[in-house]
């Protein structure tokens, strides 16, 4: 509990910092758009060998810059989680965890606002809604397990990409993306994923 609360204050205050006053030139853009990843989801500590496990997101980004180079991110996805386990007699479990997950990025933009093709990087908290869960084995079938795993996951979020303008008030935004659970979701069990994300922001 008092590290949510810690990482939350510390969203507020950047949050507020980043609000007060114009960057150079009074410029200031707002974008918001679809957007998809796809990747490999695992969970930490489970027993048995953690085989490839597809990871995949769908839903809404928003960017907020307030400087030349400091900016806020936010979404908004659907997120398939996880985990493929296979046991030592080589029967496999595929337990799909659903969450809404909602990211808050810090990030910082390499270049100027003018540049067509600006590298960045982004950390910020990840939360996670368990919307379902399942647990589907080879030898006995599938089962609903939601009950057994806790409906909220925290960890942090880090990524580098880049946003390219594809023409006036459209950007590109593509991020290699990389998850790490802090709160138990069971048992000595913490969500891990990582992946390539890639959205469409509009300016507004």
Known sequence: MKRILSMTAAVMI????????????????????PSVGFGHAGVRNTAGTDVFNPWWTAGVIIN?????????????????????????????????????????????????????????????????FLVDADADNESTGTTDVKSTFESFDLGANASIGFNWKMGDNMWLNTDFNYYHGFLEIS?????????LKVGLAFGL
């Open 14 to 33: 950047c949050t507020a910092a980043f609000s007060q006053g114009e960057p150079a030139g009074g410029a200031r853009v707002l974008s918001i758009g």
């Open 64 to 128: 907020y810059s307030t400087s030349e180079h400091i900016g806020f991110a936010a979404d908004v996805l659907w997120s398939m989680e996880g985990a493929r386990i296979e046991d030592g007699e080589g029967i496999e479990t595929d337990l799909a965890l659903q969450y809404v997950r909602v990211p808050l990025k810090f990030a910082y933009f390499m270049g100027d606002f003018e540049d067509g093709f600006r590298p960045k990087v982004t950390i910020g908290p990840s939360m996670g």
């Open 187 to 195: 048992p000595n069990q913490y969500n891990s994923n990582f992946g």
